[in-house]
């Protein structure tokens, strides 16, 4: 797969994502956010691709926010239509995913940098990593699902201070909040993705599917996530996986899922 924004690999079920556009930290304008969602769809429909790694070009920045030079001049509307479109294009569609997607957040994650990475099912991030979501300070609020996600992951309070401070925070307190999983040194990083995938790789992807959706589910408006639960719960019964799964604990030896 070839991008102008982007760097692809699959190796071994890890697709890994690179925005590739270090000379402006990595900023996501509209042939970034298109490209990923290209590429996205296609890791999707791809039943080889067991785990996707997000990450950003360069050892400065994962994504310093959405491309401002390309929004600075839009009306109420067009602004309204930015949101919009980039949420339902790569934001709940990266969420939604049914493979998992890792960030590895490997410097600056600002912004549209931090929504971004919020949508993935989970973060880890270098030392060198800072993070935050500074829309006040250009006069706009987050816009790709920073007012939601944020509050999520770490609490009204928090987010509440993040968002109206605009300040950075470090790796280490993004740890302390629960907005990243791990912090290693940025040499570390993806590796540490590796070896995170590769442990979910062992298990079944059928079964992760229903997991995410369950999760999900939870934080969706007018959907009872403990419904789907039940529902994901029981058509786990009918699949290959789980009779493999059962059958390779019963028998004391792995299992092959398919
Ligand atoms: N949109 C567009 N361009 C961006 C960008 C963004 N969000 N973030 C960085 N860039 C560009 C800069 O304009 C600069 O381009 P230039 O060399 O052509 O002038 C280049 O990336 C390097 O950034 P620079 O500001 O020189 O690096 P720095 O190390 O001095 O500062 C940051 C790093 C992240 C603190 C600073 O770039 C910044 O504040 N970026 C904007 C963050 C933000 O507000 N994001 C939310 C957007 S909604």
Avoid: W
Avoid at 45 to 74: M, P, Y
Avoid at 156 to 179: P, V
């Amino acid at each position: 797969m070839n991008f102008e924004n982007l760097l692809v690999t699959i190796e071994n079920g890890l697709a890994t994502i690179t925005i590739n556009r270090p000379k402006k930290l990595n900023a996501l304008n509209k042939v970034t956010i298109e490209e990923l969602n290209t590429v996205f769809e296609a890791l999707e429909d791809d039943t080889s691709v067991k785990v996707i790694v997000l990450t950003g070009s360069g050892d400065k920045a994962f994504v310093a926010g959405a491309d401002i030079s390309e929004f600075a001049h839009f009306s109420a509307e067009e602004g309204g239509r930015l949101a919009k479109n980039g949420q339902e294009m790569l934001f709940d569609f990266v969420e939604n995913l049914s493979t998992p997607i890792i960030a590895a957040i490997n410097g600056f994650a600002l912004g549209g940098g931090l929504e971004l990475a919020m949508s993935c099912h989970f973060r880890i991030a270098s030392e060198n990593a800072k993070m935050g979501l500074p829309e006040v300070s250009l006069g706009v609020i987050p816009g790709y699902g920073g007012t939601q996600r944020l509050p999520q992951l770490i609490g009204k309070g928090r987010a509440m201070e993040m968002i109206m401070s605009a300040n950075m925070i470090s790796a280490e307190d993004a740890k302390e909040y629960g907005l990243v999983n791990h912090v290693v040194s940025p040499e570390e990083l993806l590796p540490l993705a590796e070896k995170i995938a590769s442990r979910i790789m062992r298990n079944s992807s059928v079964a992760i599917s229903a997991a995410i959706k369950a999760i999900n589910d939870n934080f969706k408006d007018g959907i009872n996530g403990f419904e789907t639960e039940i529902n994901e719960f029981g058509n786990c019964f009918s699949t290959q996986d789980f009779k493999e799964g059962t059958s390779a604990f019963l028998e004391k030896r792995k299992p092959k899922f398919s």
